[in-house]
């Protein structure tokens, strides 16, 4: 196969490997019923009018099992904070002193862990997309070098198969990934 094609395919290999990497860094947002500050990873709070991921406003802490603290930077911004928190999926009531947001992590009842489930498989579902948008930009390249004439039939059919293998071993990563989460967070 020619240089391109291995190009493309090399490129295609790390788009998707970090796609897979996206969604388990996602998976780490979803709680497991312990406090992590990695719960709150996927917080955007709308900061003079943009919206920001809340680790770049704030300190977040887990100082007991079942608690987070979250100290803004910027004490005005803490209604912002509270408020982006309690509309979130995570289902955390959070309470304020004035100066740190305190997140008393509940136990995790059963219907809460098939809600996670649930937020974790449509998690998953966006990584095969981005998975599958890859291999789709990859094949539109490797449509436009057969007709470039820069590669023959074969080796585009070489490349394609070689890419479908790609895709499958990637998202094949993933759903092990979300099994691994579903377990994490179905045990009691």
Known sequence: MSELIDELLADARDRMGKSVEATQGEFNSVGTGRASPALLDRIQVDYYGSPTPLKQLATIHAPEAQLLTVQPFDKSSIKNIEKSI???DLGLNPSNDG???RLAIPPLTEERRREMVKVI??????????I???RRDVMHDLRELREGGDAGEDEERRAESELQKVTDAKIAD???HLKGKEAEILEV
């Open 174 to 176: 993933l759903d092990n």
């Open 99 to 101: 100066n740190m947001i």
């Open 132 to 134: 599958r948008n890859v």
């Open 121 to 130: 498989r449509h998690i998953a579902e966006e990584g095969r997309v981005k």
């Open 86 to 88: 309690r509309e979130s």
